[in-house]
């Protein structure tokens, strides 16, 4: 890629600083000072230094973002605060997007990435992620509700929902369940308890695939991934 280019993504400076730089000498490619921005260079080979510092470039960026309430799984909004003007204009210089949604009143464990191919097989109805969420729900949920979610839903527009898994954890006027489904359709959780007469008061994703929320994140926080919840995700 183009040398310019690098150090732009890089984070070096702007588009007008890079030149700068480039022009006082103060880049050099294996050792040799190059001012010409227009030059190709290999970003995993090339040793590229500014003022001595070698300069890594690094193309895609793995969020993950404990989601919280009141604000949109968008990249932008007219109207709305979206979960990627949560983000500091470091990460969002990789023009990062949310992979899937949450609805704005739901938390939890939400992805952001730039890498568009990891997003599509996380998406894909063909690879069956599983999602989970712990939900609080009005009503008491019964032990019939989870075989009845284990056959599949019968949702409101007459789509029946893929076998998911229904767990009580307490049972009561307001019941606390985890559920786990390999599908994504539009407020599917919600949907599926409204189809049992009951209503979700409280949403949250506590999983994706393999990888987990961190425990350690407060609502509205993030980090990036570690090489092994990478690879768990992608092994999702
Ligand atoms: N199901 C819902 O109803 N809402 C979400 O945000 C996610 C899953």
């Known amino acids: 890629m183009r040398l310019d280019k690098l150090l732009a993504n890089a984070g070096v400076g702007s588009r007008k600083n890079v030149k700068t730089l480039l022009k006082k000498g103060y880049v050099t490619v294996n050792g040799a000072i190059i001012k010409n921005g227009t030059m190709h260079v290999d970003e995993n080979s090339d040793v590229i230094k500014v ?55 739901t938390e939890g464990l939400l992805l952001i990435t730039n890498n568009g191919e990891l997003a599509h097989q996380l998406l894909s109805p063909k ?76 949403l949250k994703r506590t999983k994706m695939g393999k990888l987990s929320l961190d425990s350690q994140l407060n609502l509205g926080e993030y980090r990036e991934l570690s090489e092994d919840e990478l690879e768990l995700l992608t092994k999702s």
């Open 51 to 105: 003022n001595e510092t070698a300069i890594h470039y690094q193309k895609y960026v793995y969020m993950m973002m404990h989601k919280p309430p009141g604000v949109i799984s968008a990249t932008e909004d007219k109207r709305e605060k979206t979960v990627i003007d949560l983000l500091p204009s470091d990460i969002k210089r990789f023009r990062p997007f949310p992979v899937g949604r949450l609805d704005k009143d």
């Open 127 to 202: 690879k069956h992620v599983d999602k989970t969420y712990y939900a609080k729900v009005k009503g008491v949920v019964t032990e019939e509700d989870c075989n009845y979610f284990a056959r599949g839903v019968r949702l409101n527009d007459g789509y029946i929902t893929k076998p998911a898994l229904l767990r009580i954890i307490q049972q009561g006027d307001v019941s606390e369940v985890e559920i786990v489904i390999s599908e994504g359709k539009f407020h599917q959780v919600k949907r599926m308890f409204l189809a049992i007469d009951k209503k979700v008061i409280y």
